[in-house]
């Protein structure tokens, strides 16, 4: 099992520009949650999929989207990007209706110049 | 709105000595979890405390859960070197069968030899 898998580790973008981040739950998961780390902070959190579906949103703005695909892998963009946007982006998987805890990813360190 | 405090934020300990990091949180959750995060890394799970009284241990590090107090700590004992880390303790709080994990601000723990 290879547990929850990201990419890019590291990617450096330009203010204004667009980026996605990609996430491949673990195997028999169906739900994606994705969580911003600015430095010195703890992960907060962006937005949740299930079946295909935004479920919950934390407090960011619209430039923060996201989709998922019927595999389940779920892929996060960010438009018009501002420097305090740097930060390291964790996503995480879990089953929705079981007792099953969330497991997170490597992370996706990504850096506005 | 649902809120968690650590403290202390900061903790510099001489190796051998004994430390109590303190997590307290604003509303009824379901789940507490203690993750460890190394400088530039992704989130290590170290505990999952279900219940209230729930006590866990691995090694150094001991978990414990008061869900009447709202408050969870993780004790360290006879600190070493290995154990420098940041800590972060997370609440969470099912939304539709869905985890919604909260964290707290951290604790960047350093052992001093």
């Known amino acids: 099992d290879a547990g929850v898998t990201q990419s890019p580790t590291h990617l450096i973008k330009t203010r204004g520009q667009q980026v996605t981040l990609r996430c491949s739950p673990k195997s028999g998961h169906d739900t994606v949650s994705w969580y911003q780390q600015a430095l010195g902070q703890g992960p907060q959190f962006i937005f949740q999929?299930?079946?295909?579906?935004?479920?919950q949103r934390g407090n960011f703005p619209d430039r923060f989207s996201g989709h998922q695909f019927p595999n389940y892998s779920s892929e996060l963009n960010v438009n018009a990007l501002l420097l305090g946007d740097s930060a390291l982006y964790l996503c995480a998987s879990s089953l929705t209706g079981k007792d099953t805890e969330a497991f997170f990813g490597q992370g996706t360190r990504l850096t506005v110049v | 709105e649902l809120k968690v405090e650590q403290n202390p934020l900061f903790l510099s300990m001489q190796e051998g000595k004994n430390y109590t990091i303190y997590c307290n949180y604003s509303?009824?959750?379901?789940?507490l979890y203690w993750y460890r995060q190394d400088p530039g890394k992704s989130l290590e799970s170290l505990f999952v405390?279900?219940?209230?009284?729930a006590v866990k241990q691995e090694g150094r590090l001991m978990a414990s859960l008061d869900t009447k107090a709202r408050l969870s700590t993780l004790h360290i004992t006879a600190a070493v070197h290995d154990l420098s880390a940041t800590y972060f303790c997370?609440?969470?709080?099912?939304?539709?069968?869905?985890?919604?994990?909260?964290f707290g601000t951290g604790t960047r723990l350093t052992i001093i030899p």
């Open positions: 405390l279900l219940s209230n009284g």
């Open positions: 997370a609440v969470d709080r099912k939304y539709f069968g869905n985890e919604k994990l909260t």
């Open positions: 999929y299930y079946e295909e579906e935004e479920r």
């Open positions: 509303t009824t959750s379901d789940r």
